[in-house]
Nanobody, 124 residues
Framework: QVQLVESGGGLVQPGGSLRLSCAASALALDYYTIGWFRQAPGKEREGVSCSSSSDGSTNYADSVKGRFTFSRDNAKNTVYLQMNSLKPEDTAVYYC?????????????????WGQGTQVTVSS
């Protein structure tokens, strides 16, 4: 059974950093395009970053570009989202998602597998 499990969320002050992890079971992440998404209360889920297994590209939403970094550790079958210079507007539940071998996309409907999410709260 495919599982994606996010971890690393928490409460952080503005300007702080967090590193989110997404660990997979029953699928090899190096064959999958991975997306990071977030959903704030009352808002639609939005794409934050994606990394393609088909062409090696990595993209970021304009709102996080220069602050967030996507990385993979294929040996651990885990992907990460390093989040720096966090702002209150980054507060949301963060999800990772996977789809096999597609170009990088931050469209929610293009992904087949989803984690349960991890809460990130940026507040003083």
């Amino acid at each position: 059974q495919v599982q994606l499990v996010e971890s690393g969320g928490g409460l952080v002050q503005p300007g702080g950093s967090l590193r989110l992890s997404c660990a997979a079971s029953a699928l090899a992440l190096d064959y999958y395009t991975i997306g990071w998404f977030r959903q704030a209360p009352g808002k639609e889920r939005e794409g934050v970053s994606c990394s393609s297994s088909s062409d090696g590209s990595t993209n970021y939403a304009d709102s996080v570009k220069g602050r967030f970094t996507f990385s993979r550790d294929n040996a651990k079958n885990t992907v990460y989202l390093q989040m720096n210079s966090l702002k209150p507007e980054d507060t949301a539940v963060y999800y990772c998602a996977a789809v096999i071998r597609r170009p990088c996309t931050m469209l929610v409907g293009r992904y087949d597998y989803w984690g349960q999410g991890t809460q990130v709260t940026v507040s003083s």
